[in-house]
Each structure stands twice: as C-alpha cells, then as structure tokens.
C-alpha cells in the first residue's frame, strides 16, 4: 500500500473550515472535491440575466 498524500492547498479559509469535516471524506480525491465546491461558490462569477437573451 502506500500513504495518501495530501491535500492541494486553497484558500486560507476555505481550507480551515473544510478541514472541520475532514474525516468525512475516506479519499483525498473526494475531499478535495469538496473543497473546490466551496471555492467556486465564493468565486467572482460573471452570470448573465434573462434580459440578454430576450429577443
């Protein structure tokens, strides 16, 4: 077998929260996953509205 390795780095606060529920995720894969939803749910997206497309 071999040692799992850990997890990339994100954001300094994203990745202190995620790290609460750690032991959730049996996978580091998984975990990771998890703490990419977080990031792009504070990222800036530009999202575009119904007038832009009304014709």
């Excluded at 959730?24 to 792009?40: D, I, M, T, W």
């Excluded at 800036?44 to 509205?49: A, L, S």
Aim: charged fraction near 35%; hydrophobic fraction near 40%.
């Amino acid at each position: 077998m071999f040692e799992a390795r850990e997890a990339a780095e994100t954001i300094k606060f994203v990745d202190d929260y995620c790290e609460w529920y750690r032991k959730l995720f049996p996978e580091v894969r998984s975990f990771e996953a998890f703490k990419y939803l977080h990031v792009g749910m504070i990222s800036d997206i530009k999202r575009k509205n119904y007038q832009q497309y009304r014709v």
